[in-house]
């Protein structure tokens, strides 16, 4: 049989379920996956929130690239079963025919490795970008020795490479304690769960669990602050029911896992319609009864998807067979609520911690400069600044991200917003009063990742680019690098 | 309720420039447009002020807004990150130093001082360039900003001044009664008001249609990035003949425009889709070879914009007699750095029917025998592909 040629973004466990389905289906599968991370790209806290504070012996790629793949079994069963599996590399974007842009040719996704970077033409694209980390802000939080949930049980379990010995988590969540029961396994100490509310999120075995291992739980209460001066030594936590009742925790790592939220860069900016989802609460690609994202031959599997045969039915899709039964699409995270959890968080930390915290650390904006509109410090100071955040007149929007960080540059530093997006947008819904669906979230662009620039340049600059381009009011040509040599 | 003075269709930095100074002369004025702010060409512009001193037409609107910039901040209030170091043009072959002579040649033609400079000269301007550096041509007047700082200092100092912007509203057409324009008709109803600036850009062609207005505007779709920050390196307004315009932008992030160029048709309803192509690979490679420092930088983002090319390159400024109250701007692709005086002769002709500005030349007059086929003939159709 012809298979079709299948990219699947993400080896997470249904990227990987995926490539194996797809194989035994009898397709040419791709498996691309950005792990293990080059150190200086992971400083960019993409796709996790890895902090300023990662091990120095991540730098030993031999080691990672063993680590990371004999830590993930499901991609070790891809490599058997002649999965074209791409360990290292990022889809940094993907290209198809669209209105505006009908010179793409066959669809293709752009990755970049260590040595360089490729097309890869596919007939069905499956994106399985899984999750980030969401850190709110609080004072300290730049310091090393904070990171989010995810990343520390990346760091922990997959590249087996962890800083830290004695760790404060934020948050009651399954990401917390999965990361707690990873790190005491591993010998580490848990300094204490700190927990908003006076429930255990993850339930009462895990509660239970903790209690037993003689974790203390800090209930109703937040951070006010991670101290330290090279790295975190401490951290200040405060009870949000009693006067001014703070403690110190001794501590070197912050472990950020108040929730995660789904990594939609990628569909995102390749132009997939994307509708939000109150439920988690996120953006998240519009998909119809098979996974199929608003653009053709696009596919998302995601664990936000509250269906159990998701793989299946995409599959079912991309091999022509539309005999299933249409499915409600339902998006979930865990437990209940996480949206009011989120809040929650986002709330008391602004109340204890004030506006002077820094919200953008790439651009060092605090809450207060953002909320007010300022232009960044290094432009002149004693201009004007709008004092309203909200536009659009009746219809449409009432806040648009893209135009407050024109402003601020809120979203526009390194990180691309991965750190500081949420957090933004849920800080001017509290402050404007408006619902966070109704506030456009900041534009996605390529490359959803940093790349080095002798990375991403074009190889393939044929003459006809060479010549043309300077001229390029007077005649027409496709150029090979847009269109493919089969176009030609 | 739905009564204005002007009413601008457009909310691209000509609109907000035209907006801007109609309000701040004590007109009640709205800015409409089916989209967001400065999404289109303006979000997408180079930055440059553009000295057409190949153009004799121009060249005195250019010198105007030279003198406008100067003062642009205090004026809006806002941060423009205007840099007024001057623009240089870059060859690095030698049949890029014939083509600098030819432009050199060209741009003579006005009184801006312009000289031919080697590659040490160049370097001394931009310490970062290429050892291929074969000479440049300099202008130290002229000037770059940040094009979305720009248009945003233009929209909230037109608020204000108490003007309205309507985003995310299509516009469907100009309402036209016994030869007098009343408004325009909109998704949300009509609005009103007895005089209407069109300033939006390729869509410009639509509504003038059924006053049987041939506006000679095409529309491209092309392609932006910028780097991660470095430290300063260059002040001046870089142009390679390789194809890419390059500033460093005031945070030190390198930022470059160049094409290819992609031909595309705008509607009422919706902004137009501004996808990227793997061509910002070859724009990547352009930069490098321009500036091989880039190398040690990273891509941090890409993006498209549409903008507006008219059939002779040069802006339009255009006030009809019939349907009376109706009138026309657009760039030429290099409206960015004029649209401070365009704005001013737009207000000043929309509200007294004449301006000081010099606009001589840049009304439609001038296109009296185009083919209406004139799109297809130059190529320049929705779909056709130039690099």
Avoid at chain 1, 270 to 279: K, P, Q, S
Avoid at chain 2, 48 to 69: F, I
Wanted: one cysteine or more; a negative charge; glycine letters at 10%.
């Amino acid at each position: 049989m012809s298979g079709k040629r299948i990219v699947i973004v993400g080896a997470s466990r249904l990227g990987c379920e995926f490539a194996l389905a797809a194989r035994a289906a009898g397709h040419e599968v791709a498996l691309v996956d950005e792990h293990p991370q080059e150190l200086k790209n992971m400083s960019f806290d993409a796709p996790y929130f890895y902090g300023s504070g990662l091990p120095a012996s991540l730098s030993d790629e031999t080691a990672a690239f063993d680590n990371v793949l004999s830590s993930n079994e499901p991609l070790l069963e891809c490599v058997e079963n002649e999965v074209d599996v791409k360990v290292g590399v990022v889809a940094w974007g993907a290209f198809h025919n669209a209105a505006n842009s009908q010179h793409i040719g066959t669809p293709k996704v752009g990755v970049v490795s260590r040595e360089g970077n490729e097309l890869l033409e596919y007939d069905a694209l499956v994106l399985a970008t899984g999750s980030r980390d969401f850190v709110p802000s609080f004072k300290g939080w730049e310091l090393p020795g904070v990171l989010g949930g995810k990343a520390a049980t990346k760091l922990l379990v997959s590249y087996q490479c962890f800083n830290g010995s004695n760790c404060l988590v934020l948050g009651t969540t399954s990401l917390a304690v999965e990361f707690a029961r990873a790190a005491r396994e591993r010998g580490l100490d848990i300094a204490g769960f700190v927990e908003p509310t006076s429930a255990f999120r993850a339930g009462q075995a895990d509660e239970a669990w903790a209690r037993e291992q003689g974790i203390p739980i800090h209930f109703e209460s937040v951070i006010l602050e991670a101290s330290g001066t090279d790295k975190v030594s401490s951290a200040t936590v405060v009870r949000l029911d009693g006067e001014d009742d703070k403690s110190e925790v001794t501590c070197d790592t912050i472990c950020v896992a108040i929730a995660e939220l789904p990594n939609i860069e990628l569909p995102a900016a390749m132009g997939c319609g994307l509708e939000f989802a109150e439920a988690i609460p996120a953006w998240v690609p519009i998909l119809d009864a098979n996974f199929q994202t608003t653009v053709p031959d696009v596919y998302w599997v995601s664990t936000f998807n509250d269906v159990d045969d998701q793989v299946a039915r995409a599959l079912a899709a991309i091999d022509g067979d539309e005999s299933r039964s249409a499915v409600q699409q339902k998006r979930t995270a865990e437990g209940t609520n996480p949206a009011e959890y989120i809040n929650l968080w986002v709330s008391k930390l602004s109340e204890t911690g004030g506006t002077g915290v820094i919200l953008c650390q790439c651009e060092t904006v605090t809450r207060g400069e953002f909320l007010d509109l300022q232009p960044p410090r290094y432009l002149k100071s004693g201009l004007r600044h709008p004092h309203d955040a909200v536009t659009g007149g009746d219809v449409g929007p009432k806040i648009s991200q893209d135009l407050l960080k024109r402003m601020t540059r809120v979203g526009m530093g390194h990180c691309q917003g991965k750190r500081c997006r949420d957090e933004a947008a849920i800080l001017l819904s509290q402050r404007f009063g408006v619902p966070l669906k109704d506030i456009k979230p900041g534009s996605y662009r390529f490359p959803v990742r940093p790349i080095d620039m002798a990375l991403i340049a074009a190889e393939d600059d044929d003459y006809h680019t060479r010549e043309k381009w300077p001229h390029w009011m007077h005649e027409e040509v496709v150029p090979e690098s847009v269109a493919g040599s089969a176009q030609r | 309720m739905n009564n204005y003075d002007v009413i601008v269709v457009g909310s691209g930095l000509l609109g907000l420039s035209t907006a801007y100074h109609a309000q701040k002369s004590g007109a009640r004025v709205l800015v409409i447009d089916r989209g967001s702010v400065a999404y289109e060409a303006s979000s997408r512009a180079t930055g440059y002020l553009s000295l057409r001193a190949d153009d004799p037409d121009e060249a005195p609107l250019a010198g105007m807004a030279e003198k406008l910039w100067d003062t642009l901040d205090e004026e809006l209030g806002y941060p423009t990150e205007w840099t007024q170091k001057g623009r240089l043009w870059v060859a690095f072959s030698d049949k890029q130093v014939e083509e600098l002579k030819g432009t050199y040649k060209a741009f003579t033609r006005a009184d801006f001082g312009f000289e031919l400079i080697d590659a040490d000269a160049c370097r001394k301007l931009i310490p970062i360039l290429s050892p291929e550096t074969r000479a440049g041509l300099y202008t130290p007047r002229s000037g770059h900003a940040n094009p979305q700082r720009v248009s945003q200092a233009f929209a909230w100092a037109f608020q204000d001044h108490g003007g309205t912007i309507l985003e995310h509203t299509p516009v469907y057409s100009v309402i036209e009664e016994a030869g007098k324009v009343k408004g325009v008709k909109t998704k949300s109803g009509d609005l009103y008001a007895e005089r209407v600036v069109l300033c939006a850009g390729g869509y410009n062609a639509k509504l003038l249609e059924p006053f049987g207005v041939l506006f000679p505007v095409a529309t491209v779709r092309l392609e932006a990035l910028v780097t991660t920050p470095l430290p300063p390196m260059y002040e001046v307004g870089f142009i390679g003949l390789n194809g890419l315009s390059i500033r460093q932008t005031r945070r030190g992030n390198l930022h470059a425009n160049g094409g290819p160029h992609e031909w595309v048709d705008v509607d009422a309803d919706s902004e137009p889709n501004k996808p990227n192509t793997p061509i910002v690979r070859n724009l990547v490679r352009r930069m490098i070879e321009a500036f091989p420092v880039a190398k040690g930088a990273q891509l941090l983002r890409t993006w498209a914009g549409v903008l507006d090319i008219t059939r002779d390159q040069k802006t339009i400024i255009h006030r009809f007699d019939h349907p009376e109250g109706l009138l026309v701007a657009a760039g030429a692709g290099h409206g960015f750095g004029m649209a401070p005086a365009i704005g001013i002769a737009m207000s000043e002709l929309t509200l007294n029917g004449a301006t000081n500005a010099p606009i001589k030349g840049l009304g439609l007059e001038r296109f009296s025998t185009l083919s209406p086929n004139w799109k297809a003939e130059k190529q320049w159709h929705a779909g056709s592909y130039n690099t």
